[in-house]
């Protein structure tokens, strides 16, 4: 080995020496009890699973036995049971009462125990089996989808309520005082909001009047309350009833036209929005029930809201149509013109997207108001596409003909008011719906036939280019009959009807010919297909009337054949005796 060579491993050697110094050194002054991992004691591990406090509650007398508050669900249902009890200095044991004075917390805890249990009671709904049994309060998911599943944590929401345009939370925190165990306990900061949502939700005006008696709980409600809430429902269903009759009269006093076929079409949303408002103002300044009574009325009442404005949103788009229709189409028909047709189609069309947003808008409205569907939130999502798989099986005959309607408002194959020929049948398009059409037939029925269905079939559009129509009008007649007379008595006859158009384009031919009669056709427009119809009947009858009364000669007629006589070779002409007379030839040349 070269010197150079020595000289490098000893420098080698003794930096690997400096460096296991230095880090031993390093490790001896880390404090006892740290981890490797991020240097993290276990201290600092356990406080994130609980608040460290000196002292708890020295105000308070010591704990009784019912009091258990190892889980976030005993801690809360033993402060349940205690309060339903009116053991109010046992359940105050159930708050951290550490913003108190001591000397106020015993007096002070009750009360506010007291008024706590009566927000827990009338303003959320709350389903002690739905909080967490574990000490910790680990989120259990088997699946390990939840992001925080497993670990623990020390602060859970318990409700989350408003009051005087602000939102208070109520929230159970896990604390530990010295060695002791940790416990779960309403937060200060809670426990300081509990005067101002007692204002909100504590005991209506009404309840000072309820004899103590009728205050027992009987399931889930008190007494009083099954007795009240089906008052209360029968009062705003009255409500409900004379706002419904007080806007019929309305509707006959206002002036015929939109106003009033307006005010007669939301008699019935009109009073479910007045029995909605009417029972909220009750809610809010009158009488209050428990949260399981209050939650239910509340999203009825929402559901109500919703419906009420937008079915009156949806009345008011269809009056507007209404006198659209009536001021610029009038009959739906297809004497109007083309362009009028198309709007009217346009605003049928019109008409459904805003159906369609309506009830969008509506749907996210309720679903964004009922506190239900936020628990949902994630269990919706997740299975979205199994819901779009099973909606789109269940209702693939209903989307393919809403979007058969709009592929048909959209490309204008036919219009309202188009006279087309359907399945042998002449029929005026009256309305396209969304999976249905209606059409009227020419006798006044109606036919309502699925949007698929029709635009899977041929169809003929009789009014797609104009209302025009040309008819065809033919007669059979004796081959000596003279065509030019009956020509000029077509001409004549069809220059008198009011709807046939265009009398330059007035003709008549013979078409047909056979060894007994021949084929006079007449040609004429008319001005719509069922004028063309009644245009053609009117002429031809009057065109029979004339060969009958002038010419009956001209009528087709059988011809039998009594001699084999050929004028045309010079045959003498032989006369054939009619069928079933016996000849007597012998005798006469005898």
């Known amino acids: 080995m070269t010197g150079n060579g020595a ?110 249990a009566e927000i827990l009671r009338r303003g959320e709904w709350l389903d002690v089996s739905d909080l967490p049994g574990r000490q910790d309060a680990a989120i259990e998911d088997p699946s390990g989808q939840h992001p925080q599943a497993g670990e623990p944590r020390r602060n859970l929401e318990l409700a989350s309520l408003e009051a005087k345009g602000d939102t208070y939370d109520i929230r159970l925190a896990r604390y530990r005082v010295d060695e002791e165990d940790p416990i779960w306990l309403i937060t200060p900061d809670s426990v300081a909001s509990i005067p101002m949502l007692y204002e909100e939700y504590g005991p209506s005006l009404l309840e000072a009047y309820i004899p103590e008696r009728f205050k027992t709980s009987f399931g889930r409600l008190q007494i009083w309350e099954w007795i009240a809430i089906p008052v209360f429902l029968m009062l705003i269903g009255l409500v409900g009833w004379g706002v419904y009759g007080l806007v019929g009269l309305l509707s006959q006093w206002f002036p015929n036209g939109v106003p009033s076929i307006f005010a007669s079409r939301i008699r019935g949303p009109m009073a479910f929005l007045i029995m909605a408002f009417v029972a909220q103002s009750l809610l809010d300044y009158v009488v209050s029930f428990t949260a399981v009574a209050t939650t239910f009325i509340r999203i009825l009442l929402i559901i109500m809201i919703a419906w009420g404005v937008g079915t009156i949103a949806l009345r008011l788009v269809d009056t507007i149509l209404l006198k659209v229709t009536r001021r610029m189409v009038g009959e739906i028909d297809d004497t109007k013109p083309k362009d009028e047709r198309k709007l009217l189609t346009t605003l049928y069309a019109v008409r459904r997207i805003i159906i369609l947003i309506t009830v969008a808008a509506v749907s996210v409205y309720v679903l964004s108001q009922i506190p239900l569907f936020e628990t949902l939130g994630m269990s919706l999502l997740a ?137 006079i056709s007449c040609y004429l427009m008319a001005s719509d297909p069922f004028a063309g119809w009644v245009a053609e009947m009117n002429i031809r009858e009057r065109l029979m009337a004339f060969i009958r009364d002038n010419h009956p000669e001209w009528w087709p007629r059988e011809v039998v054949v009594l001699s084999q006589h050929d004028i045309t070779k010079g045959d003498e002409p032989q006369v054939r005796p009619p069928s079933g007379v016996e000849s007597r030839g012998g005798e006469a040349s005898e």
């Open 383 to 519: 299975s979205a596409s199994v819901l779009a798989v099973l909606v789109g099986i269940a209702g693939q005959a209903v989307l393919g003909n809403i979007l058969s309607s709009f592929q048909l408002s959209l490309a204008k194959p036919i219009r309202i008011g188009d006279l087309v020929m359907f399945e042998g049948q002449w029929c005026y398009v009256e309305g396209i719906f969304y999976t249905f059409i209606r059409l009227r037939s020419w006798d006044e029925r109606r036919l309502i036939v699925p949007v698929t269905y029709f635009v899977s079939k041929p169809f003929e559009n009789l009014s797609v280019k104009s209302a025009k129509m040309y008819r065809t009008l033919e007669l059979v007649v004796h081959l000596s009959a003279d065509t030019q007379v009956i020509r000029e008595k077509f001409l004549e006859y069809a220059k008198e009807e009011d709807n046939v158009v265009e009398h330059h384009r007035l003709c008549c031919y013979v078409t047909g010919q056979s060894e007994r009669a021949q084929t």
């Open 7 to 116: 000289w490098r491993l000893w420098s080698i050697l003794a930096v690997m020496a400096a460096a296991i110094v230095i880090s031993g050194a390093s490790l001896a002054q880390m404090p006892q009890g740290a981890v490797a991992n991020g240097g993290e004691s276990e201290s600092d591990s356990e406080e994130r699973e609980w608040f460290p406090l000196d002292t708890l509650n020295d105000g308070l007398d010591a704990t009784p036995d019912a009091v258990r508050r190892d889980t976030p669900r005993e801690s809360i249902r033993s402060f349940q049971q205690l309060t339903d009890q009116e053991e109010y200095i046992s359940a105050a044991h159930v708050l951290n009462l550490s913003e108190l004075d001591a000397a106020e917390q015993s007096q002070r805890g009750a009360e506010l125990a007291r008024q706590l």
